[in-house]
């Protein structure tokens, strides 16, 4: 059974830092792209980052970039995503999937975590 399970949310302030992990089971994980997407309340999930569990390749989208940092280590078959200088916009549940493209298009994941919750107070 394929599993993708997240942890690590909680409350921080503006410019503090969080770490979260996605944990995978039943599957290869070097065989998939994961990656993490978030959703605030009334809008859209959107994508943040992804990794390539094979070759480490990662893709993150343009708000993130140089404050979030995605990796992976096959070892643990667990995605981190370390969000740092997080603002309050940054605020959402995250949700970690697999797929077999390197994008954050949300129509190419195919199995999702439960999602953790990220509050970053101003």
């Known amino acids: 059974e394929v599993q993708l399970v997240e942890s690590g949310g909680g409350l921080v302030q503006t410019g503090g830092s969080l770490r979260l992990s996605c944990a995978a089971s039943?599957?290869?994980?070097?065989?998939?792209?994961i990656g993490w997407f978030r959703q605030a309340p009334g809008k859209e999930r959107e994508g943040v980052a992804c990794i390539s569990s094979s070759n480490g390749a990662t893709s993150y989208t343009n708000s993130v970039k140089g404050r979030f940092t995605i990796s992976s280590d096959n070892a643990k078959n667990t995605v981190y995503l370390q969000m740092n200088s997080l603002k309050p916009e940054d605020t959402a549940v995250y949700y970690c999937?697999?797929?077999?493209?390197?994008?954050?298009?949300?129509?190419?994941?195919?199995?999702w975590g439960q999602g953790t919750q990220v509050t970053v107070s101003s």
């Open positions: 999937a697999r797929s077999r493209s390197l994008a954050v298009r949300k129509g190419d994941y195919d199995y």
């Open positions: 039943g599957f290869t994980f070097e065989d998939y792209v």
